[in-house]
T-cell receptor
Framework: KAGVTQTPRYLIKTRGQQVTLSCSPI?????VSWYQQTPGQGLQFLFE???????NKGNFPGRFSGRQFSNSRSEMNVSTLELGDSALYLC?????????????FGPGTRLTVT | LAKTTQPISMDSYEGQEVNITCSHN???????ITWYQQFPSQGPRFIIQ???TKVTNEVASLFIPADRKSSTLSLPRVSLSDTAVYYC??????????????FGRGTQLTVWP
């Protein structure tokens, strides 16, 4: 069974630009979560999608948005990039909805904003 | 909201048992406790999950006292390859636990030969 895949793996953008990251979950997984990881803040939850609906949201500004398609693939968009958005963005998928969760993480997209 | 506190770092030697404790004083009734392992430049990997008492799998044990305000991850007979960051996560997805997802700061475990 293929794992969670994320594209691209590395990205360099300039301040003010926008970026879209993609995540393909494990086949059969309907929940996709996004996280931002930085050395200073650690792993922070961005949002979670289930059946094309955003079900959970962390404390990030509106510049961070996402969506999920009918095949469970998800995209995350960051508009008006800031230097502080440089981070490893991780996607995780899960099939377990209500009894806690076991998430499977992808390798991440390393975003550098210059 | 349930946040977690873990030691920043721990050292051990090969073959020893390692216990990492996580504090989560504000854990909610619906929250589960989950531990992940992360190597550099990789996504976290699920280790173990529990709700109360003790859970054991092929790689670790998780001890949760009755008040659930803390939990202890136990790694038996660690090896050099267990050197990683270990995260304690309290929360769940969906329903009444909406938005209640917090990773701890993580514990850097270093295993020495």
């Amino acid at each position: 069974k293929a794992g969670v895949t994320q594209t691209p793996r590395y990205l360099i953008k300039t301040r003010g630009q926008q970026v879209t990251l993609s995540c393909s979950p494990i086949s059969g997984h309907r929940s996709v979560s996004w996280y931002q990881q930085t050395p200073g803040q650690g792993l922070q939850f961005l949002f979670e999608y289930f059946s094309e609906t955003q079900r959970n949201k962390g404390n990030f500004p509106g510049r961070f948005s996402g969506r999920q398609f009918s095949n469970s693939r998800s995209e995350m968009n960051v508009s008006t990039l800031e230097l502080g958005d440089s981070a490893l963005y991780l996607c995780a998928s899960s099939t377990d909805r209500d009894r806690g969760y076991e998430q499977y993480f992808g390798p991440g997209t390393r975003l550098t904003v210059t | 909201l349930a946040k977690t506190t873990q030691p920043i770092s721990m050292d051990s030697y090969e073959g020893q048992e390692v216990n990492i404790t996580c504090s989560h004083n504000n854990i909610a009734t619906n929250d589960y406790i989950t531990w992940y392992q992360q190597f550099p430049s990789q996504g976290p990997r699920f280790i173990i999950q529990g709700y109360k008492t003790k859970v054991t799998n092929e790689v670790a044990s998780l001890f949760i006292p009755a008040d659930r305000k803390s939990s202890t991850l136990s790694l038996p007979r660690v090896s050099l390859s267990d050197t990683a960051v270990y995260y304690c996560l309290v929360g769940g997805l969906g329903g009444s636990t909406l938005g209640r997802l917090y990773f701890g700061r993580g514990t850097q475990l270093t295993v020495w030969p």
